[in-house]
């Protein structure tokens, strides 16, 4: 009878510890961040980042972690015209990936929450057309990134955190620098390499928990 009661406490407890931990917790964080290019992607301005992540927590240190991806940015292309004015167009270098990955957040003491974590997904990127001189492309592949954050605790459903996060886009492509018209109808490109690239994107999240 005693290891009975013995055995019950033990499970009260290691339920009511359970419960109050973070495991199968269920978290919704919308994000917004600001991006800069490094290796060949230095060309790209203006870039803002848009997330949506959902978080599982597979244990009450580490979760798994589900996210959609929306990038725009922006690049500059010279056309140098014969027959007229030069000017500068603006087209778009747009991207949306989903992503997978996972997490890891140690238990400290401490009155932020710090996390670490990694993962991959697949992305389709386009660029819009620039006038008549610079025609739309798109094309997809693989995009893998790191990620760390810090969070604050609001309540115990809301937490609001900081991160940065570095994507690899393993890309073989190519930016239109410049475009020449020539007086006799002819048009001549000059590129930038779009290859091998990293996007440091660095921000804010707003997380919610729910059950």
Known sequence: MKKILVGLVVLFWAGSALAQGRYRENYLAPSAGYGHGQNNFQELDNIFVYNLWYSYWMNDTSTLDISMTYLQSRYDVSVINQNGPNKTVHPSWDMLSG???IRYIPQWDFFLNFGFGAGLGYEGWS???GGDEVKGRSGSGLIYYLLADV???IRPWLSLGLFAQPYYLP???RLEKSVILYSDGQEGHKYDKLRNGFIVDTG???MVRFY
């Open 204 to 206: 804010l999240w707003l």
């Open 171 to 173: 890309l073989h492509e």
């Open 127 to 129: 660029v819009s057309k």
């Open 99 to 101: 992503q997978v990955g």
């Open 151 to 153: 969070e604050y605790p």
